[in-house]
């Protein structure tokens, strides 16, 4: 199967990047390439580095920018490990870093990947097909509490807790093995009159996904090395599709913007942190109508900017 993905927001993002000719710019979530398109297509001097912990992304990727030799350099990682992988190739300041944090439709269409609810599959939904951990040893070798809890926390199912109760006794009659199975498993755990309110498997996929590449730990502990990788003007554009994902940007975003840890009566500031930078969206950026109607997918959409602090006589 061909890497296909849409590129969300794709002129709002490059947009608020606002590319130089000469500038060095990180891709840390490249998928098929087509945000890291519009960056390469306005450089001249500067340098790309796309970096994906898919190897079919980086394999459609290189495709697909192949036509911009030396420009370009592409780097199979987690990008939680960007800033690491870049000093030592001597880089150690970019100016824009983009992450778009969606599933790309590559991995979710493609059946055997295990990501979708909606294709019959061996339960893996990896990223990064070199980790041990697959969807599978989640759902048959947790504990029902640590179930629940990731169900609660990551899939948001006012149903969780019922859920992981199912799962445990189903596994222990057999192994639960392929999403189709896991499906009726759900299915069994949720009052029939709620399956009418959109796939029943919906929260509980998201959620396994989500333990098994440890996406919120990635973003958590990415965030301020991104920041801090920026050089002076620098921006940093994340787009998130899920409430979770969104919370800790616009959280992380804020604290950066005013980490002061004074309390409110005093005169002045005695912390002695200081200002990074200055959050660009008060408001998260969304899809326009046209896109919407074009990728329903879109719809979750938001787009977060920060702007590192230009530079200071």
Same mark, same amino acid.
């Given at each position: 199967?061909?890497?296909?993905?849409?590129?969300?927001?794709?002129?709002?993002?490059?947009?608020?990047?606002?590319?130089?000719?000469?500038?060095?710019?990180?891709?840390?979530?490249?998928?098929?390439?087509?945000?890291?398109?519009?960056?390469?297509?306005?450089?001249?001097?500067? $340098?790309?580095?796309?970096?994906?912990?898919?190897?079919?992304?980086?394999?459609?990727?290189?495709? #697909? @920018?192949?036509?911009?030799?030396?420009?370009? %350099? @592409?780097?199979?990682?987690?990008?939680?490990?960007?800033?690491?992988?870049?000093?030592?190739?001597?880089?150690?300041?970019?100016?824009?870093? @983009?992450?778009?944090?969606?599933?790309?439709?590559?991995?979710?269409?493609?059946?055997?990947?295990?990501?979708?609810?909606?294709?019959?599959?061996? @339960?893996?939904?990896?990223?990064?097909?070199?980790?041990?951990?697959?969807? #599978?040893?989640?759902?048959?070798?947790?504990?029902?509490?640590?179930?629940?809890?990731?169900?609660?926390?990551?899939?948001?199912?006012?149903?969780?807790?019922?859920?992981?109760?199912?799962?445990v006794r189903a596994r222990s009659e057999r192994p639960i093995e392929t999403t189709f199975e896991l499906n009726e498993v759900i299915k069994a755990a949720i009052p029939a009159k709620m399956r009418?309110?959109? $796939?029943?498997?919906?929260?509980?996929f998201q959620a396994i996904r989500i333990a098994c590449n440890r996406e919120l730990d990635v973003l958590c502990t990415s965030l301020e090395k991104f920041i801090d990788m920026l050089n002076p003007?620098?921006?940093?554009?994340?787009?998130?599709? $899920?409430?979770?994902?969104?919370?800790?940007?616009?959280?992380?975003?804020?604290?950066?913007?005013?980490?002061? %840890?004074?309390?409110?009566?005093?005169?002045?500031?005695?912390?002695?942190?200081?200002?990074?930078?200055?959050?660009?969206?008060?408001?998260?950026?969304?899809? #326009?109508?046209?896109?919407?109607?074009?990728?329903?997918?879109?719809?979750?959409?938001?787009?977060?900017?920060?702007?590192?602090?230009?530079?200071?006589?």
């Open positions: 199967m061909d890497f296909k993905h849409y590129s969300v927001m794709l002129h709002e993002t490059v947009t608020e990047l606002k590319v130089r000719q000469d500038g060095i710019y990180v891709d840390g979530t490249l998928g098929g390439g087509g945000h890291a398109y519009e960056v390469c297509r306005r450089l001249t001097t500067g $340098h790309f580095y796309g970096i994906d912990q898919d190897d079919a992304a980086i394999a459609a990727a290189g495709e #697909r @920018l192949g036509c911009f030799k030396d420009r370009v %350099t @592409l780097l199979r990682e987690n990008y939680c490990n960007v800033s690491a992988a870049l000093a030592g190739l001597g880089v150690t300041g970019v100016d824009g870093i @983009l992450l778009d944090l969606g599933v790309s439709s590559y991995q979710l269409d493609t059946g055997e990947r295990g990501f979708s609810y909606r294709y019959d599959a061996p @339960l893996d939904m990896r990223m990064d097909r070199r980790q041990t951990l697959t969807a #599978r040893e989640i759902v048959n070798d947790y504990p029902e509490r640590e179930l629940f809890r990731i169900i609660r926390d990551y899939g948001e199912d006012a149903f969780a807790k019922n859920i992981a109760k199912h799962i009418r309110m959109g $796939h029943p498997s919906k929260q509980t003007g620098g921006r940093l554009c994340i787009i998130t599709f $899920h409430s979770l994902e969104d919370r800790i940007v616009k959280t992380e975003f804020r604290r950066h913007e005013n980490p002061c %840890t004074c309390p409110p009566e005093f005169p002045v500031c005695v912390c002695g942190k200081k200002s990074k930078g200055q959050v660009i969206t008060r408001k998260p950026i969304l899809p #326009r109508q046209e896109e919407l109607s074009e990728n329903s997918r879109s719809k979750s959409a938001k787009l977060r900017v920060f702007e590192k602090h230009a530079a200071t006589d």
